[in-house]
């Protein structure tokens, strides 16, 4: 009987400790990621005040909400100081800007940045004066990098970019040929 006890004990015991480590190994993990989106909530700012990022963009989404996965590479919002790239390009087909769309590369003529710290999210309003047109876009940037941006023109159209915030540095996007 005192070894059936015994074992019983040591079961619930271990059983304790067990559940108390996994326990402590999720609270890791957690801590992981909060320190993740501290640091890319840092990096946000920094790219932001610098004015220097790009919105790699992996959908677009069309004024129907119609929204396609496309290549990063040739669709993106690029800012770099007073100046901005907007594009839109296909893999399928030679455009006016030689990657299967438009490119519309302008200066910066009025930007608006606010910070929401308690969900460390950004809105940036800018607008962008081109050869080709005058365009509003709209950024929502949360912690970990994910970005979306809605641009509109002087038309009735509308696009929005969903992607990631990247440095300028780090960007693998190619710029085709604007007016």
Known sequence: MKKIIFILFMAIT??????????STSMTKKEKRQA???QQYQLN??????RNFVLEADYLENKYGHRFLV?????????????AVIQVGSDYRP???GVGGVTAKGSITHWALKEDTKHKT?????????????????????SNGHTTALLTGMGPGRLT?????VPHSQSSTYEGQSR
């Open 36 to 38: 993740e989106q501290e």
């Open 122 to 142: 950004f809105y940036l309003t800018v607008n962008v004066m081109s050869s080709i047109g005058i365009f509003d876009v709209r950024f929502t940037i949360d």
């Open 14 to 23: 271990t059983t304790g400790l067990v559940a108390q480590e996994v326990h």
């Open 45 to 50: 700012r920094q790219m932001l005040e610098n």
């Open 71 to 83: 290549n990063s590479t040739i669709n993106f919002v690029a800012v770099d100081s007073a100046t």
């Open 161 to 165: 970019f969903d992607g990631n915030l």
């Open 95 to 97: 455009g006016k800007n």
